[in-house]
């Protein structure tokens, strides 16, 4: 089982930046998929949430209207979209499966990728 996450880097403030999170060897469609973030110092949060079959979504307060999660069941990827950049985003963002949505709601998760930085900075 694999989670690769790609698409980070360096953006100024108010700018935007699209994460990817490519998955393998679990039967990603049956999956609720998660993107989380730790920033240093900080305690893990999760920052948004799609169901199998992307019929829910759900975002942490702080994301909404901001960030937009998406998957493509077709290339077992699922996608964070980010706009409007703070410095209060920068963490490594990590993508994780789940096989709940409750469970997903809640924290947990099956399997967990190697994260990717996202630095906001001007």
Same mark, same amino acid.
């Given at each position: 089982v694999q989670l690769v996450e790609s698409g980070g880097?360096?953006?100024?403030?108010?700018?935007?930046?699209?994460?990817?999170?490519?998955?393998s060897g679990f039967t990603f469609s049956r999956y609720v998929m998660n993107w989380y973030r730790q920033a240093p110092g900080k305690e893990r949060e999760r920052?948004? *949430?799609?169901s199998s079959g992307a019929v829910l979504t759900n975002y942490a307060d702080s994301m909404k209207g901001r960030f937009t999660i998406s998957r493509n069941d077709a290339k077992n990827t699922v996608y964070l979209q980010m706009d409007s950049l703070k410095s209060?985003? *920068?963490a490594v963002y990590y993508c994780a499966a789940v096989n709940s949505w409750n469970r997903g709601l809640g924290g947990y998760y099956d399997y967990w990728g190697q994260g990717t930085q996202v630095t906001v900075s001007s």
């Open positions: 880097g360096l953006v100024q403030p108010g700018g935007s930046l699209t994460l990817s999170c490519a998955a920052v948004a *949430t799609i209060e985003d *920068t």
